[in-house]
């Protein structure tokens, strides 16, 4: 019923004009509210690798494995430098726990 | 990877070390271990020793008491020592001594507590975590592509349309890429090539569904896919003013725009004046154009979608959140333009059919506020209210820009005092003095004589 209810003409062949396309700029502004999730578990991932790999807490180590999972989640792909950062988390939380089962092979 | 190695390695010789105190520690637990049932045993025999060397005391006392006596002399040491550690120290020694070749032995038996696969239930619970991780990050990825996909269907041939180019162009693989991917829940496209519209910038952000963490936070409060759709106006297809209609739940956010903040007053009541459905609010700046906005067929689209819209906001004054901070360092206006966004939400169960309804409103509005011009009294107002934001602008960043001039004049004034501070010959320095003094002489006298002239 409401589909009707909106009868102007649309008479398209005019409207569009190939001539006056522009290109598509990614302006900073456009990401209003920045998405700080990412970066935020990125960073908790960093401090529970460092927890698990001095203080040799197995907790810690496995949980900076899934901080840095999620901060690979929430990481905004198109950004280059972000991937890089996820990456070095994943490395560093995977580091700490094979360093904690290294020193301490006995279960938790 | 080196300095993983190297991390590797130290910790293997740290480990040795470790593993050595580990072993001593052992031996002297065994030993102990050990040591104290032999002691105990020892103990045990002991007495009966005693009783029978008291016993074989009696009777070969009357034969050679020095042998009892010497055997006895040797226990009688022993219990003499048995409290003290040295006894023990000794046996240790021994033990250490006797036990130093078959330590190796000792060790290989019991290393450690007897540690099977299964002991590690916990580990296995966190691999567990990071499975279910993954799979449901697959999982919701591709469900978000798949609605994404689905609203692209639903509104392509419209877009198309009306856009001469609707996404990016074809990439390699020359299938035309209509989203761009911001992040696995953020998908824009953008279409241009219209007439009276530079772009249209549509943004999906869905939920999070990749993510097992913010699925858990969404369970707490309302999470809604949206739709941002943000038309980009040309120069001349709108006129000035400023207007924005929303529902409870987006009025905090909007109320952070410049635009709104400068502009616009919040009017009371607006769902009954305007018919609009109840909870909606409407912040604008010249009431005749609200008037003309909020049409009849605008009202009705908007009470028929009245859970799914969220909030329209027309601005010719568009500059995105107040940045103030931002502001400040670049002193310059922040760059304006003319906006039309409309923010809808739907969830999976919603029609997609039915939210093409939206973006026709959206063409419709766009096409309304061509033809819409303003009344002269409309006008003026709308011209006042740039001019007052452009002077409190002014106002605000002369205060900066005043503290900058004098902090370059200060800067400038030491370094002259300096450079006659470290004036090597006397006299160029009185010299430079007196013209200082000069300089600020005449710098204070002009006043005086302005004020003269009044009187």
Known sequence: MYLNLIKFKMNTENVKRPDRIVKYKATAAVSTQEDLTSDYLNILGMVFSMLGLMMKLKYCAWLAIYCSCISFANSRSVQFEDSKQVLSSFMLSVSAVVMSYLQNPNPI | ?455
């Not at chain 2, 045990?44 to 060397?53: D, F, H, T, V």
């Not at chain 2, 000792?106 to 279910?132: A, C, H, Q, R, T």
């Not at chain 2, 909030?311 to 906006?339: C, F, R, V």
Request: glycine residues 4%; hydrophobic residues 35%.
């Open chain 2, 1 to 455: 990877t080196l300095i993983l190695l190297l991390l590797a390695t130290t910790a293997f010789t740290f480990e040795d070390d470790e593993f050595a105190d580990f072993e001593d520690f052992e031996v002297e637990t065994e030993n102990e271990v050990n040591e104290i049932p032999q002691k105990k045993i020892a103990e045990g025999e002991k007495p009966i020793i005693k009783e029978q060397a008291t016993t074989t005391d009696s009777d070969t006392d009357s034969f050679n008491n020095d042998d009892d006596e010497g055997i006895v002399e040797d226990e009688f040491d022993q219990d003499e020592f048995e409290g003290f550690a040295g006894e023990i120290e000794d046996d240790r020694n021994e033990g250490k001594k006797k036990g130093a070749e078959p330590k190796l032995k000792i060790v290989n038996k019991v290393p450690y507590s007897k540690v099977l696969w299964y002991n590690y239930y916990i580990e296995m619970l966190f691999l567990g975590g990071l499975v279910l991780y993954f799979t449901n990050y697959a999982v919701g990825k591709n469900k978000n592509i798949s609605i994404a996909n689905a609203w692209l269907q639903t509104h392509k041939q419209f877009l198309e349309e009306n856009f001469a180019l609707v996404g990016d162009e074809a990439n390699a693989n020359n299938d035309p890429a209509y989203f761009m991917k911001d992040s696995d829940s953020i998908y824009s496209l953008w279409c241009s090539g219209r007439t009276l519209v530079e772009g249209m910038l549509v943004e999906l952000k869905l939920i999070k569904r990749q993510d097992l963490l913010s699925i858990t936070l969404g369970l707490l409060k309302k999470v809604s896919d949206q739709v941002q759709i943000k038309v980009e106006l040309s120069k001349d297809s709108m006129d000035t003013f400023v207007f924005a209609v929303c529902s409870k739940s987006a009025a905090r956010v909007l109320k952070d725009m410049t635009d709104l903040k400068q502009y616009c007053i919040n009017v009371a009541k607006a769902d009954e004046k305007y018919s609009l459905p109840s909870g909606f609010c409407v912040l604008s700046e010249i009431s005749e154009s609200t008037a003309a906005m909020l049409d009849s067929k605008v009202s009705s689209i908007l009470s028929k979608y009245s859970q799914n819209i969220e909030s329209i906001h027309i601005s010719d004054q568009y500059s995105g959140l107040n940045n103030m901070q931002e502001q400040d360092q670049t002193l310059a206006k922040p760059e304006t333009k003319k906006m039309l966004i409309l923010t809808y939400n739907f969830s999976e169960k919603t029609d997609l059919n039915d939210l093409k309804t939206i973006m026709q409103l959206v063409i419709y509005l766009v096409e309304k506020l061509k033809r819409y011009k303003l009344s002269r009294e409309g006008k003026m107002k709308a011209d006042k209210n740039r001019q007052r934001v452009e002077e409190e602008y002014l106002k605000n960043t002369h205060q900066s820009r005043m503290e900058a001039a004098a902090l370059k004049k200060e800067e400038k004034r030491k370094q002259e005092k300096e450079k006659m501070m470290n004036e090597e010959n006397v006299d160029k320095q009185i010299k430079l003095e007196k013209k200082m003094k000069r300089k600020d002489a005449k710098k204070a006298m002009p006043k005086m004589k302005s004020m003269n002239i009044h009187l």
